[in-house]
């Protein structure tokens, strides 16, 4: 909330006006380990929320919305998807600087770097991620229609789509010339599946961008960071949730990354997991991968790139080493 020097009382008329009771003065304070939207931690000691709003540079087109999050986050509220509950959207960039969306503070456990996984035991490890690729297949059966988001997105053409947006925000946010990255873009054009699977995407599917229950880490409490969600082809979040196993996911985070650990699955047994859970073939899959590496050479590049602006909350200058392992992994999927 950089632009407001002491966002809580501006925060608290705005949830009254909402209609959210408050039981005293709010409290706000920065999450760790956002990096991307701005993440808050809100309360009036005797209720918790959480604030999220897009940072204060380097935005991308389709990335930061605040509206896109709230939509889904919304739609989803009693599937078998467990999203936090739903408290306000305010579209009024005036209150906070900016647009934002309030929902309730989840209890759980929240798995970021290689020490936060250290308490869990290897089989806790396996059953959650065996919660967790069941749990993106569960959001992958929702039919849109039947929760209000057949117009979430416009799945014919998505893949095509998606190659030239990637390409359009490297162009945005990219620090360095790798002309690595012209040539994924012309392979992957040269490769683009005939597809039109309309599923509800997360865009972001990793442990970190869930809550896992505190006593039992297989139940997966909730499903967060919905800024990337949209109507298209499942396989990209499948194929992004392998990408993410890569080590040079680290440099990315800026830190020892839960999901780039050794004792995860392999990404060729992520993909095989979810092709069981969905009962699903995976076709096309090398082209799904190298969209995929060319996705997370952009957020590497995004978050370099903010961090030279110097609106990147959590740090983010090492993210660029990462950027040209990652586009030589995905020419090395294509082939």
């Known amino acids: ?86 408290v306000a959207l305010c579209e009024d960039p005036s209150v906070l600087g900016a647009p934002f969306t309030v929902v309730e503070h989840v209890d759980g456990l929240v798995v970021r770097d290689r020490a936060d996984l250290s308490a869990l035991s290897d089989d806790d490890v396996r059953a959650v991620v065996h919660s967790l690729v069941r749990t993106l297949a569960d959001l992958h059966a929702v039919d849109p229609g039947s929760v209000g988001l057949a117009s979430f997105g416009r799945p014919h053409g998505f893949l095509g789509r998606q190659v030239e947006l990637w390409l359009a925000q490297w162009q945005r946010v990219g620090t360095q010339d790798l002309p690595g990255v012209a040539e994924l873009h012309r392979r992957l054009s040269q490769r683009l599946p005939a597809s039109d699977r309309a599923a509800i995407v997360h865009g972001d599917y990793r442990i970190d961008n869930t809550i896992l229950d505190a006593g039992q880490p297989a139940v997966v409490r909730a499903v967060i960071d919905w800024e990337l969600s949209t109507l298209g082809d499942p396989f990209t979040d499948v194929a992004l949730m392998c990408v993410y196993r890569h080590p040079s996911f680290d440099l990315v985070l800026g830190q020892e990354a839960a999901w780039a650990s050794p004792r995860m699955p392999s990404a060729d047994d992520l993909a095989e997991a979810y092709a069981r859970a969905s009962g699903q073939d995976l076709p096309d899959w090398p082209f799904y991968l190298g969209l995929a590496y060319l996705k997370l050479a952009v957020i590497s590049e995004g978050i370099a790139f903010r961090a030279q602006q110097g609106s990147d909350a959590g740090g983010g200058s090492s993210a660029a080493g990462a950027t040209p392992a990652l586009v030589e992994a995905g020419l090395a999927a294509l082939g």
């Open 1 to 86: 909330m950089h632009d407001v020097v002491d966002p809580a009382p501006v925060l608290a008329e705005f949830l009254e006006r909402a209609g959210v009771p408050l039981s005293g003065p709010l409290h706000v304070a920065l999450i760790s380990g956002g990096r991307s939207n701005l993440t808050y931690g809100v309360t009036d000691g005797a209720s918790r929320w959480v604030v999220r709003r897009p940072p204060v540079s380097g935005l991308t087109p389709s990335a930061h919305d605040m509206v896109r999050e709230w939509r889904v986050t919304s739609a989803l509220q009693g599937t078998a998807v467990p999203v936090p509950r739903a």
